[in-house]
């Protein structure tokens, strides 16, 4: 597309990425609520997480297929409305206080936003030189921190307005708070109705693909780069989400106050990486190198997290604004981890599909896929944590993830064929 046909298209595209930050950064808010509503554990907490990002595996292919049918506009607005179906669900789950209404309010969610993805990622891709498409996810990636910063702020405020804290909570004090969860999820609803329209009459261009008949009978899983760029994005996921969705559950262990919106802390620095992205690359910056960097990063805060102290806290000049006086050191690393993982699936995206054309639907399919990473690793986190008594300790896994996003980054993604052709 010509510069000047892709601003109404990045437009929409961003509106939606807002969306997508809005609805899944509620989930770190929604644990620890969830935890005390529904009296779990650690582990049964983060089936919040296991219920969203399953989704992504069971319906990405089934997605894909749909989508070349449907084309990408009308298949955006199917995954809109299945939201709102989602949404709505949770009237239901709220009313009755049922964890298991929740989760499958989650997983229709979730399958909503799978289709949403498998769209607009190769999208944003597509509508522009590819050596700048990590700066185009950038801006969508700002967009969607946005929302992801200021979602726990307005959940906590909202939620606890009565009550101040979820501790030490009555049985009636516990239902009214399940119940205040519905207006939320109406006027989210609502919203998401609102979106159908918008993309269902806008103007937003079509994808086409050239077809080459060398690649009529190949399968996506002979595209090396996107089968490892897929498990790179797996080991992304879900150390993206230990950082931005345990860390109000390791606040509450640590007795910090308002540990339900730390999960602003995460996204504010997930925006400062995602504004290096936007200024650096590519001018300065190549998505390969910007890549590398984010897994070295990634693993010095991982240590950090391990190393630092539970119980002195940074400057409330850092941290006043929030209305935390002072904040552990090794929730700020924890914090931190956004920072280093801001760039990674930006600069993936790009590698993985270069030159994918026809198959450019399935290739996202299988990335899309690989969000499961979000469902699976928090589960493993929050298993080993409540055996270990040892949270801390447990962010340790997390350098497997940036290991192999490390590798992917160095060689994998230059691979063109298994046999190393």
Not at 105 to 113: E, I, K, N, R, S
Not at 193 to 213: C, H, M, T, Y
Request: one cysteine or more; aromatic letters at 12%; a neutral charge.
């Amino acid at each position: 597309m010509q510069s000047k046909s892709t601003l109404l298209p990045m437009a929409i595209i961003g509106v939606l990425f807002f969306i997508f930050g809005f609805v899944t950064w509620l989930n770190g808010s929604l644990i620890p609520f969830l935890k005390v509503i529904c009296e779990l554990n650690e582990f049964e907490a983060l089936f919040v997480t296991f219920a969203f990002y399953i989704a992504y595996t069971v319906m990405a292919l089934p997605m894909a297929y749909l989508l070349e049918r449907t084309g990408y506009k009308n298949g955006m607005a199917l995954g809109l409305a299945i939201m709102a179906v989602g949404a709505l669900l949770f009237i239901p789950a709220a009313q009755s206080a049922s964890f298991t209404l929740f989760l499958v309010a989650l997983f229709t969610l979730g399958t909503g936003l799978t289709i949403l993805q498998t769209a607009s990622n190769p999208y944003i891709v597509c509508i522009g030189p590819i050596e700048s498409a990590a700066m185009r996810i950038s801006i969508m990636g700002l967009i969607n921190k946005g929302a992801g910063v200021i979602v726990p702020l307005l959940f906590s405020a909202f939620i606890l307005s009565d009550v101040g804290s979820l501790e030490n909570l009555s049985a009636e004090s516990k239902e009214v708070l399940a119940s205040k969860l519905i207006t939320p999820y109406i006027v989210m609803a609502v919203v998401l109705g609102g979106l159908i329209a918008l993309v269902k009459f806008s103007s937003l261009p079509e994808l086409e693909f050239k077809k080459k008949d060398s690649d009529e009978e190949k399968s996506i899983f002979e595209f090396p780069r996107v089968v490892l760029g897929a498990a790179a994005l797996f080991f992304y996921v879900g150390i993206e989400v230990i950082a931005g969705d345990t860390i109000g559950l390791y606040g509450q262990h640590l007795g910090v106050e308002n540990y339900t919106s730390l999960t602003s802390f995460t996204m504010i620095f997930m925006v400062f990486g995602y504004l290096v992205g936007v200024i650096f690359i590519p001018k300065y910056l190549s998505q390969e190198r910007a890549l590398l960097g984010s897994a070295i990063a990634g693993i010095l805060f991982l240590f950090g997290v391990v190393a630092s102290s539970q119980s002195h806290g940074v400057s409330e000049v850092l941290w006043g604004w929030s209305g935390i006086r002072t904040l552990p050191n090794t929730i700020t690393f924890v914090a931190l981890l956004g920072f280093a993982n801001a760039l990674v699936w930006p600069s993936i995206w790009p590698l993985a599909l270069d030159g994918l054309g026809r198959h450019t639907a399935k290739g996202s399919a299988l990335l899309i896929m690989a969000i499961a990473g979000g469902a699976v690793l928090p589960l493993i986190f929050g298993k080993i944590a409540h055996i270990s008594g040892d949270m801390q300790s447990t962010y340790l896994v997390g350098i497997v993830c940036y290991a192999f996003i490390f590798l992917y980054a160095l060689k994998w993604h230059k691979i063109s064929s298994w046999r190393g052709e």
